[in-house]
T-cell receptor, first 112, second 111 residues
Framework: QKEVEQDPGPLSVPEGAIVSLNCTYSNSAFQYFMWYRQYSRKGPELLMYTYSSGNKEDGRFTAQVDKSSKYISLFIRDSQPSDSATYLCAMSVGTGAQKLVFGQGTRLTINP | DSGVTQTPKHLITATGQRVTLRCSPRSGDLSVYWYQQSLDQGLQFLIQYYNGEERAKGNILERFSAQQFPDLHSELNLSSLELGDSALYFC??????????FGSGTRLTVV
């Protein structure tokens, strides 16, 4: 069993829709949770960085962490065609000099 | 520009050859991580260096090695290359308290 599970999709939604992306994990020691966006043939770009359980909002993006269920989510409101990318969840036990464990990534397409 | 620089961007080489990938971390970041990304495996952690010392190893093959130099740049050496080594290789750097910053990657094609 992988430490981090993420539905690879693909996921296709119309412009303006609310998108929900999810990951589950098995290692209860994970405390730091991140979402990355990766455009085709580019490096992953950090979108959201959260610590422990709760919600964090940044513009159209909301990250949610439920440590009791070992489940994290990323919500995208008012989705735009420019949001079309692969979204990767990642998590680590500590901060800074700690390796990240990534999910497989979900390929998202927003249709105009 | 993320601040993490990787060279070369593309590399085509034959099986059995050896290549070196280079990474310069963001200014001030002491940690450098190497990841391999292939279509069927996602982002796989290879190795981490912190201020010149190896800190953690992931699923890195014995044919692969890395080092971090006193100026903090890092090199990933891949030898006896096989077709299956074709992938995107990413370097990332981090400082305490934030997530990783990735470079734009090196696309390696082994023919």
């Amino acid at each position: 069993q992988k430490e981090v599970e993420q539905d690879p999709g693909p996921l296709s939604v119309p412009e303006g829709a609310i998108v929900s992306l999810n990951c589950t994990y098995s290692n209860s020691a994970f405390q730091y949770f991140m979402w990355y966006r990766q455009y085709s043939r580019k490096g992953p770009e950090l979108l959201m960085y959260t610590y422990s359980s709760g919600n964090k909002e940044d513009g159209r993006f909301t990250a949610q962490v439920d440590k009791s269920s070992k489940y994290i989510s990323l919500f995208i409101r008012d989705s735009q065609p420019s949001d079309s990318a692969t979204y990767l969840c990642a998590m680590s036990v500590g901060t800074g000099a700690q390796k990240l464990v990534f999910g497989q990534g979900t390929r998202l397409t927003i249709n105009p | 520009d993320s601040g993490v620089t990787q060279t070369p961007k593309h590399l085509i080489t034959a099986t059995g050859q050896r290549v070196t990938l280079r990474c310069s971390p963001r200014s001030g970041d002491l940690s450098v991580y190497w990841y391999q990304q292939s279509l069927d495996q996602g982002l796989q952690f290879l190795i981490q260096y912190y201020n010149g010392e190896e800190r953690a190893k992931g699923n890195i093959l014995e044919r692969f090695s890395a080092q971090q130099f006193p100026d903090l740049h890092s090199e990933l050496n891949l030898s006896s290359l096989e077709l299956g080594d074709s992938a995107l290789y990413f370097c990332a750097s981090s400082a305490t308290g934030d997530g990783y910053t990735f470079g734009s990657g090196t696309r390696l094609t082994v023919v």
